[in-house]
């Protein structure tokens, strides 16, 4: 006797009626994390801008930009990266979307579907950063891990789910 088997991003039925959710994809993810690229960037220029006032404001000419690997640059990116942080984390905390993972319907939770800790959140973020800057290897590892889970979920506790659709 054949056994059915569900699609990947199909979710099963639960008993009670309601959908369960499915991990999410790696295609799923990364379609996310571009989305998020455009209201982090917007912080992102932001920051810029603001730093750039105050730079002109301690004496400096206008059009002069911040050195290079200069203490103020390294400060500005420290500013860029903990802005994203708090906007992925506020977010996720919040809704357990950002505004990219709503249009795939993808949400963060704890493995018995609850809301994150901000601690939890805060780990996910940066374990995510690291798995970035080491090409997406951890995301790529998704792929290879039994329960799909990435780097950044495992580490922080978290998961990444894909809601079915409603109706």
Known sequence: MAMAQRAPDSAPDRPDGEAEAAPALVGWRLL?????????????????????????????????????????QWLLWASCWLASGAYAVVSWRRGGQTLGMRPWRLRVTTPDGGVPTPGALW?????????????????????????????????SGTRLVREAKAG
């Open 32 to 72: 996310a994390l571009f989305y998020d690229l455009w209201p982090a960037a917007a912080l992102w220029f932001l920051l810029s801008f603001l730093f750039s006032l105050a730079y002109a404001a301690s004496g400096h000419d206008m059009h002069e930009n911040i050195a290079p690997f200069s203490a103020l």
């Open 123 to 155: 780990l996910r973020y940066v374990i995510g950063t690291v798995s970035l800057l080491a090409a997406g290897l951890g995301f790529w590892w998704a792929w290879l891990d039994r329960d799909r889970l990435a780097w950044h979920d495992r580490g």
